[in-house]
């Protein structure tokens, strides 16, 4: 094989090894789910909205080149079990699970992001600060939480409230193909960025 060729070949093995984050699985988590619908404010409901923000990530990762798998990609219900279950049934996987929070004061709004563990820190610290540079709301902080989902999965693992429904300006917002675009970008960003590392 002609040098120039080779050197090629190992350029583009590398581009996708480093594309493809070398073969690590991004298991989107899309929360809620069936009977399950999470919060209900103002006749949105949570699982519709996580539902449209996974999808979106899993769309932007793969044009991307990285695997992706869903813990559902439709209106379904599943358990927590099943869900860390999709994460660990590969070799390597990062487990992102989506939210929308809620607050009976009606005050509350802003973005937070949860790991369990080193590995989920940085990995949440790296979509929540991408998170936080895309939107305008308030930034409410990484925080670590002892979640069934986040303990559970083998690799690392975030889980993120991508704004309260119980807030009438941010469900707005939440309920927008622009807005829920902008936060699927920032958190496929975020995956990137901790998969090149
Ligand atoms: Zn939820």
């Not at 070398?22 to 909205?49: C, Q, R």
């Not at 798998?69 to 049934?89: G, H, I, P, W």
């Not at 469900?171 to 970008?185: D, F, K, M, P, W």
Request: proline share 3%; aromatic share 6%; hydrophobic share 35%.
């Amino acid at each position: 094989m002609p040098p120039k060729l080779r050197y090629l070949l190992i350029g583009l093995f590398l581009w996708a090894q480093s594309a493809a984050g070398s073969g690590t699985v991004v298991v989107l988590d899309p929360g809620h789910g069936g009977k399950d619908p999470g919060t209900i404010w103002g006749g949105v409901s949570e699982k519709t909205v996580t539902l449209s923000i996974a999808l979106k990530v899993e769309k932007l990762l793969r044009a991307r080149g990285i695997k992706t798998a869903l813990t559902r990609r439709s209106d379904l219900y599943r358990s927590l079990t099943s869900r860390k279950a999709v994460a660990n049934s590969f070799r390597r996987s990062i487990f992102v699970s989506i939210h929308c929070n809620a607050d009976r004061s009606h005050r509350a709004r802003g973005i937070e992001t949860f790991y369990c563990g080193q590995q989920g820190y940085r990995l949440a610290k790296s979509i929540h600060s991408i998170l936080d540079n895309n939107t305008t709301t308030t930034d409410r902080g990484l925080k670590r939480a002892d979640f069934s989902v986040l303990r559970n999965t083998n690799g690392a693992a975030a889980l993120v409230e991508c704004g309260f429904l119980t807030c009438p300006s941010e469900r707005r917002l939440l309920t927008t193909e622009i807005y829920q675009q902008r936060v699927a970008s920032a958190i496929a960003s975020g995956v990137i960025r901790s998969l090149n590392r």
